[in-house]
């Protein structure tokens, strides 16, 4: 009985219990909630959250209260930037890709930077990387809307790409796969935990931890910029704010799959189905006529009782 009960206090599992729970309670509020194309359309948007997530991930897996509050600011920007380089274009498509990496590396960096060498709380940092972020969006195009996704990207995202699913669910099954190899069968993935877990203890075993959490913020980056890429192909055009959604979202995801956000523990795979999760949890709350304003209280509000479970968890051990 004890096993049992273990496996189900797992976070993945009580994700996947939740994720089947949610799914009955939207099927019953509204019949064909939970069909087959209505799930496809789910796992497309939970992708786009997912992505973005990933990079989170990876910034609070590396402990020190570690956080990435920029990512809305980065998907926003790499969205305008690839828009206005495809311009519905496919020949566009390799330069945006390119050009939005650099983009989304380059104010990782600036974070990491910041973080480490100058030692600014990640919050505060990243939180002011937004505020650069917004401003250059305002500058850049003064909330006009801006460029065209190329038909090759929009078509990856939406439509079918092999067997029957689009092409955004492989890459995000990719990400996963890469991201579960490098957690968990990389010397950089076990120098991750051991960061998050005690960087005091990581540091005088010889592991390069400014190095590393610098990475860690450049990845967070490059992933934000990969979300912004597919997000233009999902919505078709881009404008300013679009990936302001993400900022909570994919730290909410990443709690919900089971990294507390003092890092150290948790992985990928739970973050995955905390992101499909959430997105059923938005849905649903669509379904029932709450506005953007009463989903974001919902948000906040769960993100603190994650919060404080994490903490108690986290006193309990120490």
Known sequence: ???????????????????????????????????????????????????????????????????????????????????????????????????????????????????????????????GMLGVLQGLLVVVRQGIPSGRAAPALADFVSR????????????????????????????????IYAIGSNEQAAFMAGVPVKVIRIALFVLSGVFAAIAGICLLGYSGSSFANVGEQYMLASIIAVVFGGTPLSGGKGGYTGTMAGAFLLVILQSILTTVNIDESGRQMVFGATLLVLMLFYGRGRSMRA
């Open 1 to 127: 009985m004890s096993g049992v009960t273990t496996f189900l206090r797992q976070p993945l599992v009580v994700a996947l219990i939740l994720i089947a729970a949610l799914l009955w309670l939207g099927e019953t509020l509204s019949p064909g909630f939970a069909s087959g194309q209505q799930i496809l359309r789910l796992l497309i948007v939970a992708a786009l959250l997912g992505i973005v997530a990933a990079g989170q991930n990876l910034v609070i897996l590396g402990g020190r209260e570690g956080i990435d509050l920029s990512v809305g600011g980065v998907v926003s920007l790499s969205a305008i930037i690839a828009g206005n380089l495809m311009a519905g274009e496919n020949g566009g498509i390799p330069l945006a890709i390119l050009a939005c990496i650099a983009t989304g590396a380059f104010f990782g960096l600036i974070n990491g930077i910041g973080v480490t060498l100058l030692r600014i709380p990640p919050l505060v940092m990243t939180l």
């Open 160 to 191: 079918d790409f092999l067997l029957g699913l689009p092409g955004i669910l492989w890459l995000w099954v990719a990400i996963g796969l890469v991201m579960a190899f490098l957690l968990s069968r990389t010397v950089f993935g076990h120098r």
